[in-house]
């Protein structure tokens, strides 16, 4: 689906919920700034089957290990959210990334708290990825790096979350016209059409 078509689905939802049934406000209010930011957010809470292209491999990434049997690795251009990363030698992948505010984060730089084969931990760190632990001596080469990337709202971008990108640059349209009741009502379908992803 291309750019404009969903521009004109975006309109449609907002006919539907406006009280005047006008695309007046789509017309007179630039959608393209919303957009891109709905989408954004669409693909940072969507489930990972519904992702489609949004999702890279960035397994080939330069591996840079520290003695401490730490590494960091280079994050994929676009970077939202973690899908999946495991090092070789892990017993199993990770998929949930942790903030450099995190406590979670602070508990790395204990050799006893810290995770490792069993437990492993990354921490997002800016545009690389930090990832505790391996043994000391082990090789660091990667097994599985994949992430949620920000991809242009057009051809590319997952059919499966045309709708609810719709409803939410809708709501946001809506917001800023103040037309609250009808943003309301665009929020509350763009939560039923995430619900059924």
């Known amino acids: 689906m291309t750019r404009e078509e ?3 689905r975006v309109l449609q939802c907002v006919d539907e919920v406006s009280p005047d049934g ?3 406000y789509g017309l007179s209010h630039p959608i393209d700034r919303f ?4 989408a954004g957010q669409v693909l940072r809470l969507a489930p990972v089957h519904a992702l489609g292209d949004a999702v890279a491999d960035f397994s080939s990434s330069p591996v840079m290990p520290m003695d401490d049997g730490s590494g960091v690795v280079e994050l994929p251009d676009g970077f939202l959210r973690l899908k999946a990363f495991r090092m070789k030698g892990w017993k199993r992948p990770v998929t949930v990334a942790y903030s450099v505010g995190s406590p979670v984060y602070m508990r790395q730089f204990n050799e006893c708290a810290r995770g490792g084969c069993a437990k492993p931990v990354v921490v997002i760190d800016g545009d690389t990825l930090c990832y505790f632990s391996l043994p000391e001596g082990a090789a660091h080469e990667i097994d599985t790096a994949e992430a949620v990337v920000d991809i242009p709202v057009g051809e590319r971008f997952p059919e499966r979350l045309v709708s609810p990108l719709a409803w939410l640059t ?3 349209v809506l917001t800023v016209m103040n037309e609250n009741e ?3 009502d665009a929020r509350a379908m763009y939560q039923e059409q995430m619900n059924l992803l």
Do not use: N
Not at 35 to 38: F, I, Q, S
């Open 182 to 184: 009808a943003a309301s």
């Open 35 to 38: 957009l891109d930011e709905a």
């Open 22 to 24: 006008s695309t007046s």
């Open 170 to 172: 809708a709501c946001k």
């Open 6 to 8: 969903i521009k004109a």
